[in-house]
């Protein structure tokens, strides 16, 4: 999914207000009628018809009827603005140039923040399959709060935000966190590239050592990635790893601990035979090396992040999980696994310049619509 960042230019103050009022109303309705529209905005009911029928036009909200009322809700393209908005506010973005990754559960740009400097946003999109299984989970929510790919998808930046802070705080190799708004994170922008798209590395021993420590480390302190693969690692030039991706970390107390423990073990394993013809006896086992040392776990559990939010976001990947199984059963044998693609993997194309840019996002956004000297070029 493309990021419109020229939609997010020409925005009114009533635009805004509607799209937040919109947002709002999502907390407790699934389609928010226009008068609670009305009164969250504070827009006269008979006024904001038109800010509506704009809104719709700019794909930023949806018209929907329920049985018994049309009403409203937010799409992606009105969340990303949202949280842009904020973001923009804070100085952590400027502005937004080439999308870098496009993966089942997120789109990855790279930006630049007040500062000049170049960072990376990372919008979560949860939910790009169906909400069907989770509505069954209907205990870990609330009757009045249904698990909306907007609700998820926020969850998970909160909980990848919230495990990038504390493991870079204890020195792990992860991106620098920027900021963090709804379902996007900023962060360092790395001078990496993906082990997935490396051929060959001077000694595979050596970064293969690397990496189980890592997995043993992040045991030691409590914690298992569950995605420890080829897609979440990038090397730097002189060789070093650097961990990235993490709404599905689990701590070592988690019922199924040893299973996801293994399991990254094993994904290195595969991936270095495969890969680099390399292989070795030596390898971490979760009775053995994943003791408990130190209490990251809790500690980000104390930074924000609930053990109900933890709870929710878990029921809803799992679910998510099943179903893309049913739809296409895979194993981590196979040459090519149920993971993007490298071809997946979008990179600048310099005929967009349109999406390029989305200076003038801060206080009047309505009247700069021109393309001024202050573009970012990226
Ligand atoms: P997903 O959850 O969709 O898998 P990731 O966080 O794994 O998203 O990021 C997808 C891709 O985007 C990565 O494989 C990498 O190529 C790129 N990427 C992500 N974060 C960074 C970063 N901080 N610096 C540079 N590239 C990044
Ligand atoms: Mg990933």
Avoid at 28 to 53: C, E, M, W, Y
Avoid at 197 to 225: C, F, N, T, W
Wanted: charged share 30%.
């Amino acid at each position: 999914m493309k990021l419109d960042a020229k939609a997010l230019r020409y925005m009114s103050t009533e635009d805004f207000r509607v799209l937040t009022a919109i947002e709002i109303g999502s907390r407790n309705h699934d389609i928010v009628p226009a008068t609670l529209i009305s009164q969250l905005s504070h827009l006269r009911s008979g006024g904001i018809n038109k800010f509506i029928t704009d809104l719709i036009k700019r794909k930023l909200i949806a018209s929907e009827s329920s049985s018994k009322y049309v009403g409203y809700k937010l799409v992606y393209a009105g969340y990303d603005y949202l949280a842009l908005k904020t973001l923009s506010k804070r100085g952590s973005v400027a502005s937004v140039g080439n999308q870098i990754g496009v993966g089942k559960e997120s789109d990855i740009f790279v930006i630049a923040g007040d500062n000049d400097e170049q960072a990376v946003l990372k919008l979560h999109r949860l939910g790009r399959l169906s909400f069907r299984n989770v509505k069954n989970k209907r205990d870990y929510f609330r009757p009045d709060q249904s698990p909306s790919w907007m609700y998820m998808s926020r969850l998970s930046a909160m909980k990848e935000y919230a495990f990038m802070q504390v493991l870079h705080e204890h020195g792990f190799p992860v991106p620098k966190p920027i900021d963090q708004n709804r379902h996007c994170i900023v962060m360092e922008l790395l001078d990496a590239h993906p082990l997935r798209q490396i051929e060959k590395v001077g000694e595979p021993g050596k970064l293969y050592s690397e990496l189980m420590d890592l997995i043993v480390r992040l045991a030691k302190h409590g914690l298992i990635h569950g995605d420890f693969n080829e897609f979440n690692i990038l090397v730097r030039d002189d060789g070093s790893p650097i961990l990235i991706d993490f709404p599905q970390m689990v701590s070592t107390s988690h019922a199924n601990a040893e299973f996801y423990f293994n399991r990254d073990v094993d994904c290195i394993r595969t991936f270095f035979k495969r890969r680099f013809g390399y292989e070795s006896v030596l390898y971490p086992k979760f009775a053995l090396d994943a003791n408990k040392e130190f209490d990251l776990d809790v500690q980000v559990a104390a930074s924000g992040f609930t053990k109900k939010e933890q709870s929710q976001l878990e029921a809803f990947m799992e679910s998510e999980q099943t179903e893309a199984s049913n739809a296409a059963p895979h194993s981590h044998d196979e040459e090519d696994e149920d993971l993007p693609s490298d071809e997946e993997i979008v990179y600048a194309d310099d005929s967009e310049e349109d999406e390029r840019d989305m200076d003038g996002l801060g206080e009047d956004d309505a009247s700069d619509s021109d393309d001024s000297d202050d573009d970012y070029d990226i």
